[in-house]
């Protein structure tokens, strides 16, 4: 074993691999040098009780910077990324200006090197997100940009996401898709059924979802391109993609802690607080969320951490911006609200958006000699109760507020470094 400057001590090692009793011995350039028992070094990190596993990755983080530094900064959300266990997370485009070009890319990579986890910035399909025209992909994915999209919007043209999925099998790149046909969501502000009508608010139907994904499987069908679908929301769109995947197509899910954790009823009070795109679904819905993480039809869950200024959160309901935060919550959301065991928690929250995302060589990976020591130390026991105003984040537009959850990150490792310690952020 090389030499040990520091050592996590006394946990269980949990990774793709299995379960182990063993402490994780790390070096001086950020690697893991040991894996075993009884194991010494300078520095010795308590993980008594505790579960030491490849850090969180989210595949689907809004960051606001450059354009909107009010309501979240790089650093700022990387900070609250950290505590919630995640050492990366990708970056999506629909900043102000968009990230559609190498110059955009260059400047999130710059913010992301300070950062308290790495920030893998997510390219525009179309430039400006508008759906008219590619970006250009060629230049952002030389910049080492893995995931595009235009979250915030459904590429509406066919034949454009067509051109753009020929585009992406030639750079190797994968095409994430907002799920949304316009038409169908116009003027729409929560799911359409029975909540919507009681309170007179304008719905979103499920088919405005649905008829995108499956437009997309047939794209990817056609031309062979992976495809990775966002926040999926509605039981259609799960049964879609359960079927591709049987077809043996190249099709990746996410769900997010929201859509299999609440419903439409929630909006009962229109607090903007529930407001988010895609909506809030049915009680089946949900239901259909929470079977898909547990059969692998869904294959992450993501956070769509969507931070924004209070000020804005406080306007009516249909004039409030959807969007929730969450990377602080996520992991414990899922370890109360789920009933999977702890490894198929974190096959949802590490390993397997690590693969999608393209960051499985340093993100995600065995706890294993020789890989990167991005890691987080998780009490699976210890409870506690969400506070908005003791979040990292620059916002608090957290509909979790006062709810009672289970499992928490006491450290989190990046390259090596304690970024967070019992709970605390160290930079």
Same mark, same amino acid.
């Given at each position: ?81 950290? %505590? ?52 250009p992909m060629a230049e952002m994915a030389a910049l080492g940009v893995h995931l595009f999209t235009d979250d915030g919007a459904g590429v ?181 609200? %789920? ?19 393209? %960051? ?68």
């Open positions: 074993m090389g030499k040990a400057v520091l050592v996590i001590k006394g946990g269980e090692v949990l990774d793709e691999t299995g379960r182990r009793r063993a402490d994780v011995a790390i070096g001086a350039e950020g690697d893991v040098v040991g894996v075993g028992a009884d194991l010494d070094g300078n520095r010795v990190i308590d993980a008594g009780g505790c579960l030491v596993t490849p850090g969180l990755v989210d595949l689907h983080t809004h960051l606001r910077q450059p354009g909107r530094e009010e309501a979240e900064t790089v650093e700022s959300g990387s900070r609250a990324a950290a %505590l919630g266990g995640y050492t990366a997370v990708v970056a999506m485009p629909n900043t102000e200006p968009a990230i559609d070009c190498a110059s955009v890319v260059r400047e999130v990579i710059e913010l992301g090197a300070k950062a308290l986890c790495d920030v893998t910035p997510a390219g525009a399909i179309t430039r400006g997100r508008a759906g008219v025209e590619l970006a509406q043209d066919a034949r454009l996401m067509r051109r753009a999925m020929e585009y992406a099998t030639s750079l190797g790149v994968t095409l994430g898709q907002h799920c949304e046909d316009e038409s169908l969501a116009a003027g729409g502000h929560m799911h359409e059924g029975e909540w919507s009508s009681r309170l007179g608010i304008p719905g979103i139907p499920a088919l405005a979802e649905e008829l995108m994904v499956w437009r997309d499987i047939a794209l990817s069908r056609l031309t062979g391109a992976p495809v990775h679908f966002l926040h999926l929301s509605t039981a259609g769109s799960i049964e879609l993609v359960r079927a591709a995947k049987a077809e043996g197509l190249a099709v990746t899910a996410e769900a997010t802690p929201h859509h299999f954790t609440l419903t439409h009823a929630e909006v009962v009070g229109y607090d903007p607080l529930f407001k988010v795109n895609p909506p809030l679904r049915s009680v089946e819905d949900v239901v259909a969320v929470k079977a898909g993480l547990a059969d692998g039809t869904i294959d992450a869950i993501a956070t769509d951490h969507a931070p924004h200024a209070q000020e804005t959160k406080e306007a009516p309901f249909d004039e409030a911006p959807p969007g929730m935060v969450g990377l602080e919550t996520a992991l414990a959301l899922a370890t109360t609200e %789920l009933g999977l065991p702890v490894e198929a928690v974190l096959t949802l929250l590490s390993w397997r958006p690590a693969r999608i995302a393209g %960051l499985a060589a340093e993100h995600g990976g065995p706890v294993a000699v020789g890989r990167p020591a991005n890691l987080c130390v998780i009490d699976p026991t210890a409870t506690w109760v969400v506070d908005p105003a003791t979040s990292a984040s620059r916002s608090r537009n957290n509909p979790f507020a006062g709810r009672t959850l289970t499992g928490r990150v006491r450290h989190t490792m990046l390259r090596g470094e304690p970024v967070v310690l019992d709970g605390e952020a160290q930079r």
